[in-house]
């Protein structure tokens, strides 16, 4: 009962790790009966969690053993295409809602559904977490927890500034004045909030409040230019103020917990989704806040519930079954369920979520309590993403840092990035 890991993933993810120590000392196998590959995305303490599941999995499942590989997000979606490509992609993948209709339509995930009430038991899910992980009508994904978008925020940057905590029904003028007022009064050199123009998430909140969508039901754009060029204005308008930072101190966050400008001391709020809570708070001593984005003038809600994660298997996988039993472990087994905490998201399983409700650390109840509040406040799941949405989530970053260094207007940088997003959805 081993847990195998390669040299890179030791050397990038796993020094260190709780879920390591449980399994020294124990015998390797003399012939493995089963072996699979095991693929995520995210911080250490996610790897942590992981691990200690594994281990678990391990101690209940003599003869399996995993090989597993986690990587960054920036890292993690190249390499998934490149073994996908190759036919070498691992055998439980951990998916994003963003990127699982591309994968489905390109017979590169195993459809689930004969396996449903057997091996992949989700009758303690509810109907629309289940529907979250299909494509076309086929599911193609165990949903690893519900999350919405959240604003994550440093309290004692605003007590400090003497300025209110974001709730719900802050607007984004209010918003971004007490940002201004922020970097006011930490002498310029700490912003209110991080550079918001060049995140998609937080971009498709603002758009649904316009009553609005990134895409359409047919994978087209569902706004236009004048909405992107509004977009970059109301930003441009924020770097003006000192709210959020200049596009060379943005520069310096790489898109990860990590090098967050909040992580970094830089900024006192940044956008995000409500799992990634628990691992901010976990390498930021400040104490953190979590709320809803800022809200339009309209009465269109700009939050939704989603998968915050889910695991699909390789279509091409020779171990299907043992792969999808421990994802069912994952999100099934009691056990299994407080090591994971709520870190990938509130439980889809209402009976796991009870289970969880009594083991979990502040952070953990934090980001319960958040899903509660917010789940009076959502509006429907959007289409997933079509061919093509990684693409455009990596454009609108682009076009959005060009916009901060002053080589396209506000207007200039609304009509490219419609331009390109529509070419990039056109080549399918």
């Known amino acids: 009962m081993t847990v195998h890991f390669n040299r890179r993933t030791l050397l990038k993810v796993t020094a260190g790790v709780a879920g390591l120590a449980a399994l020294r000392g124990l015998p390797a196998l003399a012939q493995d009966q089963s072996r699979f590959r095991v693929y995520w995305w995210g911080t250490k303490e996610r790897a942590d969690r992981t691990l200690a599941a594994v281990a678990l999995y391990q101690q209940k499942n003599p003869g399996v053993r995993i090989d597993g590989e986690s990587l960054s997000w920036a890292d993690y979606w190249p390499r998934l295409a490149t073994q996908a490509a190759g036919r070498n992609a691992p055998d439980l993948i951990q998916m994003d809602y963003r990127y699982v209709s591309e994968y489905a339509r390109r017979n590169a995930l195993a459809p689930l559904d004969e396996y449903l009430g057997n091996i992949v038991n989700v009758s303690g899910f509810e109907k629309e977490s289940i529907d979250s992980c299909r494509v076309d009508g086929k599911l193609y994904g165990i949903n690893l927890g519900n999350n919405s978008n959240a604003l994550i925020y440093d309290k004692a940057a605003y007590a400090k500034a003497g300025v209110p905590e974001p709730e719900p029904g802050t607007t984004w003028d209010q918003f971004l004045e007490r940002a201004a007022e922020i970097t006011r009064a930490h002498n310029g050199d700490y912003y209110g909030v991080s550079d918001g123009s060049l995140e998609e ?35 441009a308008k924020a770097r003006e103020t000192k ?24 900024s006192a709020s940044v956008f995000n989704h409500s799992n990634q809570f ?24 700009g939050h939704y519930l989603k998968p915050s994660m889910m695991w699909s298997i390789y ?39 009870k289970v969880v409700a009594d083991s979990l650390d502040e952070m953990g109840r934090t980001v319960v309590e958040f899903i509660r509040m917010v789940s009076d406040r959502l509006g429907p799941l959007p289409p997933a993403p079509p061919k093509g949405g990684g693409e455009i989530q990596t454009l609108l970053r682009r076009i959005g840092e060009q916009v901060g260094f002053g080589r396209l207007t506000p207007a200039e940088g609304g009509k490219q990035y419609v331009n390109d997003a529509k070419s990039i959805l056109a080549r399918g």
């Open 243 to 266: 709210a959020c930072p200049p596009a060379n101190i943005q520069a310096m966050d790489k898109n990860n917990i990590e090098t967050s400008l909040l992580t970094q001391k830089r």
């Open 315 to 353: 279509a091409r996988s020779k171990a299907k079954e043992e792969a999808l039993k421990f994802a069912n472990f994952t999100v099934t087994d009691p056990e299994a369920a407080k090591v994971i905490g709520t870190e990938r998201g509130v439980p889809a399983s209402v009976e796991v979520q």
């Open 201 to 235: 998430i937080t971009y498709e909140n603002w758009l649904r409040q316009r009553g609005k969508a990134l895409f359409t039901n047919d994978g087209k754009l569902a706004f236009d230019e004048n909405d992107a060029g509004d977009w970059f204005a109301m930003w």
């Open 278 to 301: 628990v691992g901010y708070q976990v390498i930021n001593q400040s104490p953190l806040g979590i709320a809803m984005y800022p809200q339009g003038a309209g009465p269109n809600p």
